[in-house]
């Protein structure tokens, strides 16, 4: 399966600061990025996606791109204990065309009140 | 408007038996996805299908695993002979195209005793 690393973490900042989420992947074909979120005992759920190099900004959430790089981030400013979670790196597989997502392990991230 | 239907939410299944996972995507979507994920693991893809076809089936074990998405009706995952390493959370997800992000379902908790 094609490669996407995320540093496991867990990753913990204070209530009100901001987190910054990591991936990196190895297909240079993928076009398609995605960030997760998925709760303990829960299914994911999308909270963000990007397709062009640069920045996406929705709400307190910036998704950042470098293909050269193949690099992906997430920034989640103002953090709140609700984000308490773990995020998951999504890339669609770009060579076969077929497109499917294949997943990052997650970082978890804990937000400390 | 319902999301990704899966059931059960949870199965038992003692070793041999046969397990049959169901999914039923989105309205309006065609595509489905199947992954598992293992405690403190990440998703793992197996199979992505199409009404009546199997587009990507590269991450199914090659034995006792098999997956439709029938012209009617729901997917299915079924399982072979389970075993006790079968035992995991399998996540279906659909989408209206594969460039889109996923929606998932609630999952299906197999444990094989």
């Known amino acids: 399966q094609k490669e996407v690393e995320q540093n496991s973490g867990p990753l913990s900042v204070p209530e009100g600061a901001i987190a910054s989420l990591n991936c990196t992947y190895s297909?240079?074909?993928?076009?398609?990025f995605f960030w997760y979120r998925q709760y303990s005992g829960k299914s994911p759920e999308l909270i963000m996606f990007i397709y062009s190099n640069g920045d996406k900004e929705d709400g307190r959430f910036t998704a950042q791109l470098n293909k050269a790089s193949q690099y992906v981030s997430l920034l989640i400013r103002d953090s709140q204990p609700s984000d308490s979670a773990t995020y998951l790196c999504?890339?669609?597989?770009?060579?076969?065309?077929?497109?499917?997502?294949?997943f990052g392990t997650g970082t978890r991230l804990t937000v400390i009140p | 408007n319902a999301g990704v239907m899966q059931n059960p939410r949870h199965l038992v299944r003692r070793r041999g038996q046969e397990a049959r996972l169901r999914c039923s995507p989105m309205k309006g979507h065609s595509h489905v996805y199947w992954y598992r994920q293992l405690p403190e693991e990440g998703l793992k893809f197996m199979v992505y299908?199409?009404?009546?076809?199997?587009?990507?089936e590269s991450g199914m074990p090659k034995e006792r695993f098999s997956a439709e998405f029938p012209k009617e009706g729901p997917s299915i995952l079924r399982i072979q002979q389970v075993v006790r390493g079968d035992s995991a959370a399998y996540f279906c997800a659909s989408s209206r195209s594969p460039f889109d992000g996923y929606t998932f379902g609630s999952g299906t908790r197999l444990t094989v005793v």
């Open positions: 299908l199409q009404k009546e076809n199997i587009i990507d």
């Open positions: 297909d240079r074909g993928s076009q398609s």
């Open positions: 999504a890339v669609n597989e770009g060579q076969t065309g077929a497109n499917n997502l294949f």
